[in-house]
């Protein structure tokens, strides 16, 4: 049995079902962790169970109880505790069946809860569910790693002390939680797609997880139309997963992708729900930036790809949803449709306003137009000034290798 495997595979599954049976997020962390160290210890000599994950959950469960046993001042937790029923069942839910019995998508929604912030949503989100550790997280929130920490004490501490229910809440709660679930959910993807710092390989398990707590919400929410979109966007989003990188781990541009290696299975299940999003009448964030990268899948070569209209869905994303990095996604497209000269002076704008100061992908953005232009040393200096900023090392030999192209 490998034991590593399983704990990066189902550690998160079987925390989400501890953090059910026990009420605590710490407790159920400190619990597993140990229960991990006891299977490390006596499956090589006894032999692995025949449930592996059942067995960790109420090794774990057990220890708990010994400890609340133990502590005389937890008389009300011990009881809660052992109460719940000692069998636990480890089966992904069909989705056409009873998705709210999934354990992970309760603890989303816990995660999720209003009186929490936002950025303390999300983080709590990634430790607990996708296992990023501390150190990860900050570096995604550009936070110290022990202020991080201390958000995330006190977040667990609020839960904990509010009762803060572990459920799906009904339909009179729902909208005002949908959309922090399906913002973490979209941050969730887009640290596994894109991650924030260290080596910048994507880490697939959480595109996964992202993808199936995606599924597990637009079936909750059928008629939801940014349920629809979000599910389509990391479809299609992930769909080109495999072709973003060469065989040393060199990142390769949207235009220089070698297409055959797209999933066209997921392209086309993805059109759809982009589709359906938009036909709705009210498509929103994730619904129109779907339909941008159904564009993109649908376009047999880079050349096919239909700028003009990606430009116009852009302006319309920017004008429901404005933001710094929407308008510079906006320029990007209004290059390719109108001419660099045209994305250029929309980026000098953007520039000015200085909201993205510090985001390196600007400058990057800036430098690519000049290289396109034949403007090679403004092209360097704008590549010198996105490397000075950019975080992770996939990306940073990008730039350089552009760098030297102009250089």
């Not at 308008?327 to 520039?351: F, I, S």
């Not at 909201?355 to 590549?383: I, K, M, N, S």
Request: net charge negative; aromatic share 6%.
């Amino acid at each position: 049995m490998d034991i590593g495997g399983l704990y990066r595979d189902e550690r998160q599954h079987a925390l989400a079902t501890l953090i059910r049976l026990l009420g605590d997020f710490d407790l159920a962390e400190e619990m597993l962790q140990e229960a991990f160290t006891t299977a490390v210890e006596t499956w090589p000599r006894d032999g692995a169970p025949a449930n592996p994950v059942a067995w960790l959950v109420s090794t774990a469960r057990h220890k708990a109880i010994d400890r609340l046993r133990r502590a005389a001042t937890l008389d009300a937790k011990r009881a809660q505790v052992a109460s719940q029923e000692t069998a636990v069942a480890f089966t992904e839910p069909a989705l056409d069946e009873e998705p709210l019995t999934d354990d992970r998508l309760r603890l989303i929604f816990t995660c999720c809860h209003p009186a929490l912030a936002p950025e303390t949503q999300v983080a709590l989100t990634l430790k607990t569910l996708c296992g990023l550790s501390v150190d990860e997280i900050a570096r995604a929130f550009l936070v110290p790693g022990p202020t991080m920490a201390q958000r995330l004490v006190r977040a667990k501490g609020k839960i904990r002390i509010a009762l803060i229910p572990y459920d799906v809440p009904g339909a009179d709660r729902l909208a005002e939680r949908l959309d922090g679930v399906l913002r973490v959910v979209y941050l969730v993807f887009n640290e596994g797609y894109a991650p924030t710092g260290g080596s910048g390989l994507p880490r697939h398990e959480l595109c996964l997880e992202a993808i199936r707590l995606a599924r597990l919400v637009h079936a909750l929410l059928p008629g939801e139309p940014e349920a629809a979109g979000l599910l389509a966007l990391l479809l299609l989003q992930d769909s080109r997963r495999v072709a973003r990188f060469d065989a040393s781990g060199d990142l390769v541009t949207l235009e220089e992708q070698e297409r055959a290696r797209w999933d066209r299975e997921e392209i086309a299940e993805g059109s759809r729900l982009a589709e359906r999003a938009l036909r709705s009448g009210r498509p929103g964030f994730y619904g129109i930036q779907a339909a941008i990268a159904a564009i993109h899948g649908q376009a047999e070569r880079a050349s096919d790809t239909d700028w003009r209209q990606i430009a116009i869905l852009y302006a319309l994303l920017l004008r429901g949803h404005p933001s710094p990095v929407v308008a510079l996604n906006h320029a990007a497209a209004v290059a390719m449709a109108q001419g660099p000269e045209r994305g250029l002076a929309l980026l000098e704008a953007l520039e000015r306003a200085g909201d993205l100061a510090d985001f390196h992908l600007l400058p990057a953005a800036r430098a690519d137009l000049l290289r396109r232009l034949g403007r090679d040393r403004e092209a360097t200096d704008a590549y010198r000034e996105a490397l000075r900023t950019v975080g992770n090392d996939a990306e940073r030999r990008y730039l350089e290798r552009r760098l030297r192209e102009v250089g």
